[in-house]
């Protein structure tokens, strides 16, 4: 930050702090005033400065490369210059009794940008989806159309999040519409914490969903067969392990991509990870897997005997693994919507399906507890109904 970017008649004032990966973050300096202490070992009375820190939690690139990691600087920088100016305003009001007038300049589109660029937590890709989303909603919707390329905070209302929501569930399958919306709930949330929304339109608006019933496509065994068994030209061996690992294992790709040979227990015949989604926040994200032969064979060896954190399944990017699956799922002819993470889900209806008991299922899914995992129970009893309806009805005259 330039120092002319900063004036001395600032309050609070926009600074920033290196953070352990070279980064800086940018927070908020309050001057309070001052107040007369009595030192305790003198007794001699001081002048005392009082001031608070509020950290933004926006993030500027400290050596940006690219126009494009120039731009977003640029761009957060801009949102932490509005809100360190709506600050001031409202320390005035509360200080002085007076509040400075302002334009509601800040469009939501470009806020919501900027929130992404900063945002550090796993689920970055959903939280981009719901802009996506979003921007797609105001520009197909003709009552919106106006807003497609600037919104205010505020024009944002509830009938409109009302119709976003009825976007969203004609647009996504399963629980895309839940997670989108979960995501735009929580940076609105921010907005308004933030003081750049008055109002969360959000308030008391969910889209419910039943957790207990299995909403993605499974593999049954004969279709993993049949995928097993299909080839294409200029396939990615690796992707093609891993996921067939995860369709006898039931991990997630979060996990799978991370594993190393220091995850297996070879003497014992056992896999032994930690869930990504759970780790440092619950008792139970640990995992232990008993490995067969076949499954041994698909980890292979390391290159070198002490080289144990090689990773297992060296994999690309999610979007490219998850392209690649529904290619070779389309090649093996399989009329299926299927994810990475279906492969999950049909570990667990097939292990169920072939007598596994819930609670073993719950403990190779790495489970807490049993509500999770009851929808597989569920599947599979409407696979049972299925079958029992495939059946030609016998004519009794």
């Not at 005392?48 to 993030?59: I, Y």
């Not at 690139?61 to 932490?80: F, H, I, S, W, Y």
């Not at 339109?201 to 067969?225: F, G, M, R, Y």
Request: charged share 25%; aromatic share 10%; with cysteine.
């Amino acid at each position: 930050m330039a120092k002319n970017d900063v004036k001395a008649s600032d309050n609070p004032k926009l600074k920033q702090k290196k953070m352990s990966d070279g980064n800086l973050s940018l927070y908020l300096d309050y001057y309070l005033g001052r107040v007369n202490v009595v030192d305790e070992h003198t007794g001699e009375q001081k002048s005392k400065v009082l001031r608070k820190r509020e950290f933004l939690h926006l993030t500027l690139l400290a050596n940006p490369r690219t126009p494009l990691e120039r731009q977003g600087n640029k761009d957060v920088m801009a949102l932490a210059q509005k809100i360190r100016f709506e600050k001031e305003q409202q320390l005035n009001e509360s200080t002085l009794g007076y509040r400075l007038k302002k334009k509601e300049t800040i469009n939501f589109l470009d806020y919501f940008q900027s929130y992404i660029d900063s945002y550090t937590k796993k689920d970055k890709r959903n939280v981009a989806l719901a802009l996506k989303r979003f921007k797609s909603f105001l520009a197909e919707t003709s009552e919106y159309n106006n807003y497609k390329d600037f919104i205010k905070p505020n024009q944002i209302t509830k009938d409109m999040v009302l119709a976003f929501i009825e976007y969203l569930q004609s647009k996504s399958v399963g629980e895309g519409a839940h997670t989108i919306f979960a995501r735009f709930k929580k940076v609105v949330a921010y907005a308004v914490e933030h003081d750049v929304m008055q109002k969360n339109p959000c308030n008391k608006i969910t889209i419910k969903i039943d957790n207990n019933i299995l909403k993605k496509d499974v593999l049954s065994q004969d279709e993993i067969t049949k995928l097993i068994a299909t080839h294409y030209n200029r396939e990615n061996p690796n992707i093609r392990r891993a996921f067939i690992f995860c369709l006898y294992t039931g991990m997630r790709y979060c996990d799978v991509k991370d594993l190393t040979f220091a995850n297996v227990d070879f003497a014992n015949r056992l896999l032994k990870y930690e869930q990504n989604k759970t780790k440092g926040h619950s008792a139970n994200s640990g995992v232990v897997t008993p490995l067969n032969d076949w499954l041994l064979q698909l980890i292979g060896e390391p290159t070198t005997p002490d080289c144990r954190q090689e990773l297992i399944f060296p994999l690309p990017s999610y979007e490219m693994c998850l392209k690649a699956v529904k290619r070779w799922v389309k090649r093996a002819g399989i009329n299926k919507h299927i994810s990475w993470h279906c492969a999950r889900h049909s570990f667990a209806v097939n292990i169920l399906n072939n007598g596994a008991n819930i609670k073993t299922v719950a403990s190779l899914l790495g489970h807490s507890g049993l509500q999770c995992t009851e929808k597989y129970t569920r599947a599979v009893d409407n696979l049972k109904q299925q079958a029992i309806n495939s059946l030609p009805t016998p004519n009794f005259d």
